[in-house]
């Protein structure tokens, strides 16, 4: 069984562009939790998502940024017009279950850099 | 709201020595505790968690930890460590009438040197 996937690994963009990075659950698994972690700072909880559902982003930045996880493919978190402060590990992590006794399986990450 | 302390953010041990890591978590409600390790540039992987039950909860790779709930500590501890052991160890909870959320503490780097 495959552990979750992600990618890009590393995402480098320069100011202004937009990253998207994708988030391919366990198989099955409909539960996906997305954190960030900046530089020198623990993980931050960004939004959680059930298929098709968004079910809590208040961890999300109230603007550039978004998340989707469709019926079919990978969850996406998309940010738009990066600035340097975005540059971190963006972490993606999928559970069979929303229960906060449930595992959650962390994904590699992806590490954006924004030039 | 919740919030966890790990109250040293580096931690060198020789090998084979004794490591522990502390965590206090404050909440208004009940909460789940994890440990996770994370390795250079890999993801997060579980070490253990406490649920319910006993106090002493055993896990992954000789680690161990106990949960206080006076206290409010959840430390990690692992009697002999070993050269593979240096990572970055993160405390985290989550309250028992959510859907998982994670709140993490800030890390902890253990080193391991011969």
């Known amino acids: 069984n495959a552990g979750v996937m992600q990618n890009p690994r590393h995402l480098v963009r320069r100011r202004g562009q937009e990253a998207r990075l994708r988030c391919s659950p366990m198989?099955?698994?409909?539960?996906v939790y997305w954190y960030r972690q900046l530089p020198e700072e623990g993980l931050k909880f960004m939004v959680y998502?059930?298929?098709?559902?968004?079910?809590?982003e208040s961890g999300m930045p109230k603007e550039r940024f978004s998340a989707e996880f469709p019926k079919e493919g990978p969850s996406i978190l998309r940010i738009q017009q990066v600035v340097r402060g975005d540059s971190a590990a963006y972490f993606c992590?999928?559970?069979?279950?929303?229960?906060?006794?449930?595992?959650?399986?962390f994904g590699p990450g992806t590490r954006l850099t924004v030039t | 709201a919740q919030s966890v302390t790990q109250l040293d953010s580096q931690v060198p041990v020789f090998e084979e020595a004794p490591v522990e890591l502390r965590c206090n978590y404050s909440?208004?409600?009940?909460?789940?505790l994890f440990w996770y390790v994370q390795y250079p540039n890999q993801g997060l992987q579980l070490l253990l968690k406490?649920?319910?039950?006993?106090?002493l909860v055993k896990g992954i790779n000789g680690f161990e930890a106990e949960f206080n709930k006076s206290q409010t500590s959840f430390h990690l501890r692992k009697p002999s460590v070993h050269i593979s052991d240096t990572a970055e160890y993160f405390c985290?909870?989550?309250?028992?009438?959510?859907?998982?959320?994670?709140?993490f503490g800030a890390g902890t780097q253990v080193v391991v040197t011969p």
């Open positions: 998502l059930q298929k098709e559902n968004i079910i809590d």
């Open positions: 909440s208004s409600v009940s909460v789940y």
């Open positions: 992590a999928s559970s069979p279950k929303g229960q906060a006794r449930a595992e959650q399986y």
């Open positions: 406490y649920l319910s039950g006993s106090t």
């Open positions: 985290a909870v989550s309250t028992t009438d959510s859907w998982g959320k994670l709140q």
């Open positions: 198989k099955g698994h409909s539960h």
